[in-house]
């Protein structure tokens, strides 16, 4: 069998994802939109020559008008939106009332509970929505509801995540590896979890500690973000004692952060400059992102996820499961060898889990409705597909069920 897809949004994340539903979706056609007309037909005319064989079409598109955006996806089986958060909602619906299964990269929690409110409607036109599908939240709470089940007892989930250059640079030793409208949005508010057995809330940029990964990362930090944990905290309520997320930085990182914060330069209330309103955090964005793009340096993900907790007889050992995916940027495709048409270690680790859950939607694997990853029954088998995708994403335990 094959597939209509329809992508919302032709950047990095929009254009790999739409590249492993044509090689790994049993995709029949490809649709891009977005508002851009030069980014879109950019993004075809690369995915036409790595995807041979394959209809990719481009369109121009403004997602904010929903009833515009239904119209163009109707005849899709799946939607995909690279979108930035404040837009899934309403391409969510769309998607819905097209007729079509949807999932997304999410990035907002309170966002991702609305769009779970499409439950209803979803399950009366006979498709799936399932948003924060992306790297973290996403393929990590993927791997921490694996590693639950996989467990006789577990109490405790923690998830660490980041991606990083492969030769960090001053200021802020990182690499821009997604807009930063939604890097600094994770560095503000507070960072839901799971502790005692209780909802909770903590300030982003705290709790700092150290961890420990392969080379070439080695000893990194990592503290409190907001969004990492999504809805798997009320999700795991009545079965864990603890749920945690933190973001992997290279150390001195955070510092560095929280003094930009402290000044007052990620905030959204105007000031007046020269008689002129200004929106601090805008300003930053526009300034910081060319000095924190680095586009010589190429990027990494690391992503741990482990559950544990009791085993099932007094004075014996505590069981645990971990899950750990080291991916580094180099010119891998699969389809190609030429280094300009590789896909970044973000991009990989981000569209690609996002793009194999809307396969498994569209072939109806995923019951109608709306839900989030954690929650899915077909976990293991998101988790083999991931895999198949090249992530090689490694285990260990304390002894086998």
Not at 82 to 90: E, G, H, I, S, T
Not at 94 to 114: E, I, K, P, Q
Not at 236 to 241: E, S
Not at 335 to 342: D, E, H, L, N, Q
Request: aromatic share 6%; glycine share 10%; hydrophobic share 45%.
């Amino acid at each position: 069998m094959s597939f209509s897809y329809a992508v919302l949004g032709s950047g990095m994340q929009g254009t790999a994802a739409a590249y492993d539903l044509g090689r790994h979706g049993e995709a029949r056609d490809l649709l891009l939109l977005d508002r851009d007309a030069e980014s879109v037909q950019c993004a075809a005319q690369r995915l036409r020559a790595l995807l041979p064989g394959i209809a990719v079409e481009a369109r121009t598109c403004d997602a904010s008008d929903g009833a515009v955006l239904a119209k163009a996806l109707d005849g899709v089986h799946g939607v995909f939106s690279a979108l930035p958060y404040a837009f899934n909602l309403a391409a969510a619906g769309a998607a819905v009332h097209a007729g079509a299964s949807f999932c997304d990269l999410g990035g907002n929690t309170a966002v991702v509970r609305a769009t779970l409110e499409l439950d209803a409607l979803a399950k009366a036109r006979g498709v799936s929505v399932i948003p924060d599908c992306g790297l973290a939240p996403g393929l990590g709470n993927v791997l921490a509801a694996c590693a639950v089940g996989r467990l006789r007892h577990a109490q405790h989930v923690r998830i660490y995540c980041g991606g990083l250059p492969q030769h960090p640079q001053p200021p802020w030793d990182y690499k821009l590896v997604f807009h930063i409208g939604g890097l600094t949005n994770e560095y503000m508010g507070n960072a839901e979890v799971l502790r005692d057995g209780r909802l909770q809330e903590v300030p982003t940029l705290s709790e700092l500690e150290s961890v420990d990964f392969p080379a070439p990362v080695g000893r990194a930090e990592a503290f409190t973000t907001s969004g990492g944990t999504s809805t798997a905290c009320e999700t795991f309520r009545g079965r864990l004692q603890s749920y945690q997320y933190k973001t992997v930085r290279y150390p001195g990182h955070c510092e560095k952060v929280r003094a930009v914060r402290d000044l007052g330069l990620l905030d959204l209330v105007p000031v007046q400059v020269r008689g002129v309103s200004v929106v601090p955090r805008d300003l930053f964005h526009v300034v910081a992102a060319p000095r924190l793009a680095h586009p010589e340096d190429g990027d990494l993900v690391v992503l741990r996820a482990e559950a544990f907790g009791p085993s099932a007889k007094a004075g014996e050992p505590v069981e645990w499961q971990r899950f750990d995916l080291l991916d580094i940027a180099d010119a891998r495709t699969g389809a190609t060898p030429s280094a300009s048409a590789g896909f970044s270690a973000m991009e990989r680790c981000t569209a690609f889990p996002a793009a194999a859950t809307l396969h498994l939607q569209v072939k109806g694997a995923v019951p109608p409705g709306a839900t989030t990853s954690e929650r899915l029954s077909v976990v293991e088998t998101l988790l083999a597909a991931v895999r198949l995708r090249g992530l090689d994403i490694r285990e260990s335990c304390s002894s086998a069920r």
